[in-house]
């Protein structure tokens, strides 16, 4: 079975330049979640999806973040402009519906390096 | 809402001998525990977990005990080995979103 796909895995940007984060989830699984994770911290949860409906983004920076999952499958995460801040590991994890018996694992991607100077 | 402590930051144990992390949670409706392991530059990976309804779960040499009246949880790794060296997380979710809610982490170091 594959794993959950992210893309690209490192990137390195000037602050106040955009960029865009990509995930394809594991085949089947409805729910999607973005996280965030700082060097030496746990991960930070910024927006999670059921199919292509937002569960909960009160953790997301609206202001400078947006994501979206159109066709309910994969997902993109975009940042503009970017913050030195924001210089950080973003984690993509998928799991089955949520409401169903199985739903409770989450499934993590690699991950994207995003560095910004 | 929900907080989950966990305990030690660090833990160094010699080869072979048991490690053990603890986790409390604050939210007594939280009914999943689950644990990850997260080797340097690699993604978590999800190792062993736990629902409410069970009080301990074992999987060859790693084990998670959960007490719920005391509202904490464990995790047990006995024989250790130079491979389990890793920072350690746990979480605890509830509820119809089954978000999780994550411990700081563990370091854990397998001394040779």
């Known amino acids: 079975e594959a794993g959950v796909a992210q893309s690209p895995r490192y990137k390195i940007i000037e602050k106040r330049q955009s960029v865009a984060f990509w995930c394809n989830p594991i085949s089947g699984h409805a729910t999607l979640y973005w996280y965030q994770q700082i060097l030496g911290q746990g991960p930070k949860l910024l927006i999670q999806f059921q199919n292509n409906g937002v569960v909960d983004d009160s953790q997301l920076p609206k202001d400078r973040f947006s994501a979206e999952r159109l066709k309910g499958v994969d997902s993109t995460l975009k940042i503009q402009p970017a913050k030195l801040e924001d210089s950080a590991v973003y984690l993509c994890?998928?799991?089955?519906?949520?409401?169903?018996?199985?739903?409770?694992?989450?499934?993590f991607g690699p991950g994207t390096r995003l560095t910004v100077l | 809402g929900e907080n989950v402590e966990q305990h030690p930051s660090t833990l160094s144990v010699q080869e072979g001998d048991s490690a053990v992390i603890k986790c409390t949670y604050s939210d007594s409706a939280s009914n999943y525990f689950p644990w990850y392991k997260q080797e340097l530059g690699k993604r978590p990976q999800l190792i062993i977990d736990i629902r409410s309804n069970v009080g301990e779960k074992k999987d060859q040499r790693i084990a998670v005990t959960l007490n719920k009246t005391a509202k904490h949880f464990s995790l047990h790794i006995t024989e250790t080995q130079p491979e389990d060296s890793a920072v350690y997380f746990c979480?605890?979710?509830?509820?119809?979103?089954?978000?999780?809610?994550w411990g700081a982490g563990t370091k854990l170091i397998i001394k040779p």
């Open positions: 979480a605890a979710s509830k509820g119809s979103n089954y978000q999780l809610i």
């Open positions: 994890a998928s799991s089955l519906a949520i409401g169903t018996s199985r739903s409770f694992g989450q499934f």
